[in-house]
Every structure is written in C-alpha cells, then in structure tokens.
C-alpha cells in the first residue's frame, strides 16, 4: 500500500507544479497524512518506511522511496551498521545523505565488510570529515574490495597520499576491476616511457584518466599527439605538463586551433613549441583563441617570434577576471597602462606570475631597493626570480660587500639579480668568500638583508 501511495504522491506533486489552483498542496498534505498512518502498521514495508525515518533521519518521503530499494525485517543488521558510522564520526546529516544514496548498506555486513573497509580508508590518513566527504560522493565504495584495489596502486608504486588523493577525487575507482582494466592502462603508460613514479604523480593528480576507454580515448589521443608532435619525447613532455590532455577529443580540439594559429602566420615549428611548453593554449575553445590572437596582434607581437607565442600562452592561462587583477596590482604601484604592456611585450611571462608574488616583489623592489615602478616594468625579467631564494640572499651579498668597500656603488643591481646563479658563484661569492667569509652565508640566506649602506644609482 504504501508503494502505491508513493507512486501517487508523485503524481500529485507533479499535477501542483503544473497547476495554476492550490488543490494539489490539499491532496499532498492528504497523502503524507496517508503514508504517516501506513508507516505505523506492522507489515514489513512500513516497518522499513518507520526504521528509515526514526533511526536514520530520513525524512518520510525519502523513508519511502527508499523504501523501494530495501527491505528491513530486523534492527540488528541496520543498527550495527549506523552505529559504524557514528563510531567513525560521520554526523547525523552526513549518515542521512549516504543512506539516502545507498540505503542497500543498511543490510550490508558491517563486520566482514563495512568495517574493514572503513579501517583501510582510515589508513590511508583520512580524517572523520574527509572520510564523510568521501563517501557521500559514492557510498559504493564501502561494499567494494577496498583491499584488493589499495593493494593494487601500492604494488605499482603510488604512496598512500596518492592513493587517499584519487580515493577522494574518484572513489568510483573501487568499483573497477584493478586488473582487467586499471592494469592495462598502466602498462600502456609505461610503454611511452613514463616511470613508474611519473604514472602515479600524473594519476593521482588527474584519476579521471583511469575511467577513460584506452582503445576509444586514450590510445587515440596518444596518436593525435605523435602526429602533431612527430615523437614520443615530445608526446612525454606534453603529457608531462598537462595529464589533463587525455581527456580530450584531440582531433575536435586541436585542429580548429592550430588553423588559427597558422591563419595568423605562426610557423607550425612555433606552435609545436607552444604546445609542448603550455598545452592548455591549445585546448582553448576557438572563439576563445581567436579573441586572445587578436588581443595578442593589437599589442604589437610578431607572429613568427617566439614572443608572439609566449604572449598567447600567457592570455591562455588566466580568465579576463584574473588577467584584470593582475593589470590592478601593477596599476597599485603607479604604472600606466602602456608601462604594464610594455612589460607584457618584453617578457610575456610575467603576467604569469601570482598575484601574490607579483605584489610582494614589487613592494620590496621599490621600498627596500628604491627601484622606480618604470625601471621594473623595463625589466620585467625581474618578476620571474624567487623573492626568497634568490632576490635577498643576493642583495644580503651586496650589503656585505658595500659595507666591506669591496663594491662601489655604481654596479648594476639588476644585472646582479639577473645573473645567473653559476656566474653569480664564479664572480662574487667564490671571489670574496676567502676575505669576507660571511658573504657565503649571505648566499645560503643565513644573514639578513637590512639595506643597503648607500643610495644605489639606477
């Protein structure tokens, strides 16, 4: 009787929102009143409706649609497996939200199954909220052979932050057979040359690989690339910077673009460089593409230079939202519009750089080493190097130096933190490390960086 009221309640839910007259809100007020009353008879499906909603929380709705699924005759069984739950810290909404998904578990055997499943995601360094989280996106998980699934990315060299990683991103992956199909795919992988430990950093990061098809998706992707890219060392590093590749229809995506891309007049050896060095420009919608060509063209960008290509790499990457907020950061520190794109033209990859690390190089540039706004956004090199590892253990170098008077005041600041890091050594700290043995603790970072003695010339 109450599957029968169910179904009613349905229709009658359906007919109100169609309706323009309130009639419907009297008959499903009827109906609950109806379902109420079945759910306290003593047949076993109302049984089931009454466990669902006063042990579970369900509302009676749900109780009954669920209802459809299972059939509770005994307390025992349900009982021990919600209080697994609670023993595990999942809050009453959460249990509420997997029992809705998956009422079956209720019947499931919590100490065969359940239990020892919990204990293994438990292992893998999942917390009471994570482990929550994770279930309710597939309850499946936890009447899955848990085990042999973990054992299975242990024995091909994922570590247990890995395998928690993809568990949490995909627990779906459970549900698969590890070595009829997870297995194949990994040996495909191994067979372009990825190591071991590549495979498991690259699915770990994007496990949604594992559900493609290897003959309808993968395989075919793989072909795509070794036509556009001639070899497989250049099909590793693409795959390399973005595993995301593979999820791709490639001869959809990729041909509109390259046309494009060859329509405005960059050699196919640029856009294969492109492509390699930043994969995602070229996995742009076409509109999308087209729109950052032309942005890119109206800056002044040769198509046949490297530059041009930088530049479009640069546009790829960032929404219009975040490319505008990097434009105000530099707007924050006094310079015009032409100066920001005078940077962008010198080094595209500067637009690159986080918003971030973007302010706090900026700050220490022009309040700690008095450097104008428009000197930085003629070098705009400068914006690429690590603030910590490089920008002040060097200028700790100079302070010391200065100090020492083994420097005069009028050596290029920017050439000094353009220099690369063997030159460096070779021509300042090996140098003056014998006279002045503090310098190469400076270099390591070891001696702070208070300023410098006199007032640089710029």
């Known amino acids: 009787m109450v599957r029968l009221v169910c179904t009613k309640l349905l229709h009658v839910k359906h007919y ?18 109806t379902m109420s009353e079945a759910s306290k008879s003593n047949d076993p499906l109302s049984f089931t409706v009454s466990y669902l909603q006063n042990s579970c929380g369900l509302s009676l709705e749900s109780a009954i649609l669920a209802s459809n699924k299972i059939r509770i005759e005994t307390r025992e069984n349900p009982d021990s497996v919600l209080n697994l739950m609670r023993t595990h810290g999942l809050t009453q909404a959460q249990i ?6 998956r009422p079956g578990l209720l019947l499931a055997d919590s100490e065969s199954k359940l239990r020892p499943n919990m204990e293994i995601f438990r292992s893998l360094g999942f917390s009471c909220n994570s482990l929550a989280k994770m279930l309710m996106k597939d309850p499946r998980v936890l009447e899955s052979d848990a085990q042999t699934v973990v054992e299975f990315f242990k024995a091909n060299s994922f570590s247990e932050k890995q395998i928690a990683t993809l568990t949490m991103k995909r627990p779906v992956l459970y549900l698969i057979n590890a070595n009829n199909i997870l297995k194949p795919k990994l040996e495909f992988f191994r067979s372009l040359g990825l190591t071991d430990l590549e495979i498991s950093r690259c699915l770990s990061s994007e496990p949604y690989i594992l559900e493609r098809s290897l003959k309808n998706q993968i395989v075919p992707c793989i072909q795509v690339l070794r036509r556009l890219l001639c070899n497989d060392k250049n099909v590793l590093k693409v ?18 673009n390259i046309s494009v891309l060859m329509n405005y007049g960059v050699p196919k050896s640029l856009i294969t460089k492109v492509f390699i060095s930043q994969p995602r420009a070229l996995l742009l919608g076409t509109d999308r593409l087209t729109e950052i060509m032309n942005e890119v ?22 929404s219009k939202t975040l490319w505008e907020k990097k434009m105000e950061a530099f707007r924050s520190f006094g310079l015009s519009e032409d100066e920001i794109f005078l940077a962008f ?9 986080s918003e971030k690390k973007l302010k706090k190089l900026m700050g220490f540039y022009i309040d700690r080493l008095n450097m104008k706004p428009s000197m930085i956004s003629k070098n705009p090199n400068l914006l690429l190097l690590s603030l910590e590892k490089r920008v002040i253990p060097r200028c700790s170098v100079l302070q010391l130096l200065l100090s020492a008077g083994f420097l005069k005041d009028d050596f290029s ?29 400076a270099h390591k970072g070891e001696i702070e960086f208070q300023g ?7």
Do not use: W
Not at 96 to 101: A, E, R
Not at 242 to 251: G, I
């Open 16 to 33: 109100h929102k169609a309706s323009p007259f309130s009639h419907g809100c009297f008959f499903s007020i009827s109906f609950l009143r």
């Open 96 to 101: 509420i939200k997997i029992i809705t998904d």
């Open 239 to 256: 795959l390399r910077a973005c595993q995301h590749v593979l999820e791709y229809n490639l001869e959809k995506v990729l041909k509109p």
């Open 297 to 318: 063209v109206k800056l002044g960008f040769d198509p046949k230079n490297l530059l041009f290509v930088l530049a479009v790499r640069s546009m790829a990457v960032m």
């Open 345 to 353: 033209r010198l080094q595209p990859m500067c637009m690159i750089t």
């Open 413 to 441: 600041i920017i050439y000094m933190l353009r220099m690369t890091e063997k030159r460096f050594m070779e021509k300042i700290v090996i140098k003056f490390e014998e006279v002045l043995p503090d310098v190469a603790k």
């Open 452 to 458: 410098f003695p006199i007032l640089l010339k710029m």
